[in-house]
């Protein structure tokens, strides 16, 4: 989406710690999610911010700074299994459609 | 209870010609989004529909392209006269309801090809 932006690729460590950033245009900001999509299969929901500061799941957090228009999800003690792609999805402009960026692939490697 | 399904899993066709997608929402699930992802691309939205309310049809890239919803739950997405840009993977989504927090839930998608 047009208004959205995050890295394309990314490479961490298993075990590791990794951030994976989102920005968005902030003008008529409703929520944003996150969503995680396997090679081949459909997205699934990861979570949804709408208010600033960490929402903590598990080993995934996501983070949302709504002045400055910037998300980010943190993944903790990283497993293979978590090699996707992560997907920020913008809901705002007056509607509740999410609008998703390009994603961001994460490659964990041993 | 069942996830959102779509068929059929894969589609190849001869340029020019018209294709019918299917989507089966969860039952209940009012709100229904239908995307296309080309590869390495994130989610394009083409079309969403939610209860009786007419559908927003803000992302269809052409008029080439058209969805129904029949009875708030079955939806079929039609591409006429297609073109090779039209291979993409086409996803389904839906929802519980419209507003903020409702997750959306994906199908496995279609993946069209067209040659």
């Known amino acids: 989406g047009q208004n959205i932006d995050q890295p394309t690729e990314m490479t961490a460590t298993e075990g590791a710690i990794v951030q994976i950033n989102c920005t968005y245009q902030t003008s008529g900001f409703n929520g944003l999610f996150w969503y995680q999509q396997h090679a081949g299969e459909a997205p699934t929901f990861l979570s949804y911010?709408?208010?600033?500061g960490l929402e903590e799941k598990g080993r995934f957090s996501s983070f949302l700074s709504r002045s400055k228009g910037y998300s980010y999800l943190l993944l903790k003690e990283l497993q293979m299994k978590d090699s996707a792609s992560y997907l920020c999805?913008?809901?705002?402009?007056?509607?509740?459609?999410?609008?998703f960026g390009r994603g961001t692939s994460l490659i964990v490697h041993p | 209870g069942a996830g959102v399904s779509q068929s059929p899993s894969n589609k190849v066709t001869e340029k020019g010609k018209d294709v019918e997608l299917r989507c089966d929402p969860i039952?209940?699930?009012?709100?229904l989004y239908w995307y296309r992802q080309s590869l390495g691309q994130g989610l394009e939205f083409l079309i969403y529909f939610q209860g009786n309310s007419a559908p927003d049809k803000s992302g269809l890239p052409s008029d080439r392209f058209s969805a129904e919803r029949t009875g708030g739950s079955v939806s079929t997405l039609t591409i006429q006269r297609t073109q090779q840009e039209d291979s993409a993977v086409y996803l389904c989504a839906s929802s519980l309801g419209s507003g903020g927090a409702n997750e959306q839930f994906f199908g496995p998608g279609t993946r069209l090809t067209v040659l």
């Open positions: 911010n709408v208010l600033d």
């Open positions: 039952s209940g699930h009012t709100a």
């Open positions: 999805a913008w809901q705002g402009g007056g509607s509740y459609i999410p609008t």
